[in-house]
C-alpha cells in the first residue's frame, strides 16, 4: 500500500507539483509565514473562532440555545481527538511515505517529518473542530471550515503532503464529527445541563448578565408605545373614530 502515489504522471503528484511550486517562486519570507500558518496558525486561528463562538451563544442565547451550542462546542474537539486516534491504524496500514521521499524537486519548508503521509493529522484535525464547530453554530462553522480548508493548502504547500492525503483527513474529520456527534450530543448535552445550573461554573454555559428591557424589546422586535397609545388613544384617534 505504499506507493499510493509515485508516478509523475498520477493527477495527485501533478497537482502536488503545482501547489508546491508556488512556494519556489514566492519570497523567501512569504514561505516562513505559510510555514507558520500551516504549522501553527491555522490551529490558533481555530481555537480563537472557539472561544468567539463560545463568547457569543454564552451572552446571546436562552439557557436552551446556549446548552445546546457549548455542548456542540465541546464535541468539537473531542472529535478532532478521536480523528487523530482513529487515523493511527489507518496511516499504519496504508504505510504512504511523504512525498519528498519519492520525488526529487520539491521546496520542502518543515524539516524532520519522517512519519506516514497518508492521512494528514493536521487537515484531520482542523476540519473535525470546523464540523464540530458547525454542529454548534452554523455561522462559525462555515468560517472554521473555511480555515479547514486554507490547512490543508497549506500542507500541500509546504510539500509534506499529497492532496489526496489532505482529502483523506477532510472525510476521515468529516466523519467522525458527524457520524457520531447524535450519541455525543446525547452524552454532553445532560452534563453541559447540569453545569449550567451550578451556581460556581455555571457562566461557562450562560452569562449572568441580565437583559436590559430597551435589549428585550429590540431583540424579540417589539416596537416601544408612543406617547399617549394608553387604551384611551391620543386625542386625534378619537377624533378620527368620531
Same mark, same amino acid.
Given at each position: =500500500?505504499?506507493?499510493?502515489?509515485?508516478?509523475?504522471?498520477?493527477?495527485?503528484?501533478?497537482?502536488?507539483?503545482?501547489?508546491?511550486?508556488?512556494?519556489?517562486?514566492?519570497?523567501?519570507?512569504?514561505?516562513?509565514?505559510?510555514?507558520?500558518?500551516?504549522?501553527?496558525?491555522?490551529?490558533?486561528?481555530?481555537?480563537?473562532?472557539?472561544?468567539?463562538?463560545?463568547?457569543s451563544?454564552?451572552?446571546?442565547?436562552t439557557?436552551?440555545?446556549?446548552?445546546?451550542?457549548?455542548? /456542540?462546542?465541546?464535541?468539537?474537539?473531542?472529535?478532532?481527538?478521536?480523528?487523530?486516534?482513529?487515523?493511527?491504524?489507518?496511516?499504519?496500514?496504508?504505510?504512504?511515505? #511523504?512525498?519528498?521521499?519519492d520525488?526529487? /524537486?520539491?521546496?520542502?519548508?518543515?524539516?524532520?517529518?519522517?512519519?506516514?503521509?497518508?492521512?494528514?493529522?493536521?487537515a484531520?484535525?482542523a476540519?473535525?473542530?470546523? !464540523?464540530?464547530?458547525? !454542529?454548534?453554530?452554523?455561522?462559525?462553522? %462555515?468560517?472554521?471550515?473555511? $480555515?479547514? %480548508? $486554507?490547512?490543508?493548502?497549506?500542507?500541500?504547500?509546504?510539500?509534506?503532503?499529497?492532496?489526496?492525503?489532505?482529502?483523506?483527513?477532510?472525510a $476521515?474529520g468529516?466523519?467522525?464529527?458527524?457520524?457520531?456527534a447524535?450519541?455525543? =450530543?446525547? %452524552?454532553?448535552?445532560?452534563? !453541559?445541563?447540569?453545569?449550567?445550573r451550578?451556581?460556581?461554573?455555571?457562566?461557562?454555559? #450562560?452569562?449572568? #448578565?441580565?437583559?436590559?428591557?430597551?435589549?428585550?424589546?429590540?431583540?424579540? /422586535?417589539?416596537?416601544?408605545?408612543?406617547?399617549?397609545?394608553?387604551r384611551? /388613544?391620543?386625542?386625534?384617534?378619537?377624533?378620527?373614530?368620531?
Open positions: =500500500m505504499a506507493g499510493l502515489a509515485l508516478d509523475g504522471s498520477n493527477p495527485d503528484v501533478s497537482l502536488l507539483y503545482d501547489i508546491n511550486g508556488l512556494a519556489k517562486a514566492a519570497p523567501a519570507w512569504f514561505d516562513r509565514v505559510m510555514e507558520f500558518v500551516g504549522e501553527y496558525g491555522i490551529m490558533l486561528g481555530m481555537v480563537l473562532v472557539v472561544l468567539w463562538c463560545w463568547w451563544v454564552r451572552r446571546r442565547g439557557a436552551d440555545d446556549s446548552v445546546t451550542a457549548v455542548a /456542540g462546542l465541546v464535541w468539537a474537539p473531542l472529535a478532532a481527538g478521536i480523528a487523530l486516534l482513529v487515523n493511527i491504524p489507518i496511516r499504519g496500514f496504508v504505510e504512504r511515505r #511523504r512525498p519528498f521521499y520525488h526529487e /524537486g520539491l521546496d520542502v519548508l518543515v524539516a524532520g517529518k519522517t512519519d506516514f503521509s497518508f492521512v494528514s493529522d493536521h484531520t484535525m476540519m473535525a473542530i470546523a !464540523v464540530g464547530l458547525f !454542529v454548534a453554530n452554523r455561522k462559525f462553522g %462555515l468560517a472554521a471550515i473555511a $480555515l479547514a %480548508l $486554507l490547512e490543508g493548502f497549506c500542507r500541500i504547500y509546504m510539500g509534506v503532503h499529497y492532496p489526496t492525503d489532505v482529502i483523506g483527513g477532510f $476521515l468529516t466523519s467522525v464529527a458527524l457520524l457520531l447524535p450519541l455525543a =450530543m446525547m %452524552l454532553l448535552t445532560p452534563l !453541559v445541563t447540569a453545569v449550567s451550578s451556581g460556581s461554573v455555571g457562566w461557562l454555559v #450562560r452569562s449572568r #448578565r441580565p437583559v436590559a428591557a430597551d435589549d428585550l424589546g429590540e431583540s424579540r /422586535g417589539i416596537p416601544e408605545p408612543r406617547p399617549g397609545s394608553g384611551g /388613544g391620543s386625542p386625534d384617534e378619537k377624533d378620527l373614530a368620531a
